[in-house]
T-cell receptor, first 110, second 111 residues
Framework: DAKTTQPNSMESNEEEPVHLPCNHS???????IHWYRQLPSQGPEYVIH???SNVNNRMASLAIAEDRKSSTLILHRATLRDAAVYYC???????????FGGGTRLMVKP | DVKVTQSSRYLVKRTGEKVFLECVQD?????MFWYRQDPGLGLRLIYF???????EKGDIPEGYSVSREKKERFSLILESASTNQTSMYLC??????????FGDGTRLSIL
């Protein structure tokens, strides 16, 4: 799987939007962009994924650059429960392995 | 909601013991996975299984084996536990091309 680059940490204020960036300049045409998050003392939790178009679900939105070399996970109103490590991962369609990098530790201030 | 259940949250074993970590999923998923998570190293895939009795090595299979006798259950076995196998172990399952669903992990300490 191609590599992704994320900032080590970010801070946000509660109830403000958060934009978590991810660079994936070596992405191939069949790589899906997946986001997972891991809350303290829990396993990773699926957030969202996309291929080319922007995606929305009840948890977040995913904005994908036109050249697909970067993407942004958007949390529209951060809550204290959103404090977690967020992982951006590329996965080949039907590929079996997920390769987790270091992720971004999101801290949310009240 | 998909539920992936790992039998223990915390486990302490001694060097040389044979250790069994159990994982059960309730969504009839074909694919199941075992990872370990260590600080600074992220998640690393140990083994995965795409069907009953089928298994494939991941990135770090040495010192581990797996068993999948029933579709819903995937076991990770440490044949002779060593201190460098102290880690957080995560099980996951996936149906078709859907996202993976993870259990809450087993924090294993080998003394």
């Amino acid at each position: 799987d191609a590599k992704t680059t994320q900032p080590n940490s970010m801070e946000s204020n509660e109830e403000e939007p958060v934009h978590l960036p991810c660079n994936h300049s070596t992405i191939s045409g069949t790589d899906y962009i997946h986001w997972y998050r891991q809350l303290p003392s829990q396993g990773p939790e699926y957030v969202i994924h996309g291929l080319t178009s922007n995606v929305n679900n009840r948890m977040a939105s995913l904005a994908i650059a036109e050249d697909r070399k970067s993407s942004t996970l958007i949390l529209h109103r951060a809550t204290l429960r959103d404090a977690a490590v967020y992982y951006c991962i590329l996965r080949r369609n039907a590929g079996n392995m997920l390769t987790f990098g270091g992720g971004t530790r999101l801290m949310v201030k009240p | 909601d998909v539920k992936v259940t790992q039998s223990s949250r915390y486990l302490v074993k001694r060097t040389g013991e044979k250790v069994f970590l159990e994982c059960v999923q309730d969504m009839d998923h074909e694919n199941m996975f075992w990872y370990r998570q260590d600080p600074g190293l992220g998640l690393r895939l140990i083994y995965f299984s795409y069907d009953v009795k089928m298994k494939e090595k991941g990135d770090i299979p040495e010192g581990y084996s797996v068993s999948r006798e029933k579709k819903e259950r995937f076991s990770l076995i440490l044949e002779s536990a060593s201190t460098n196998q102290t880690s957080m172990y995560l099980c996951a399952s996936r149906g078709g091309d859907q996202p993976q669903h993870f259990g809450d992990g087993t924090r294993l300490s080998i003394l």
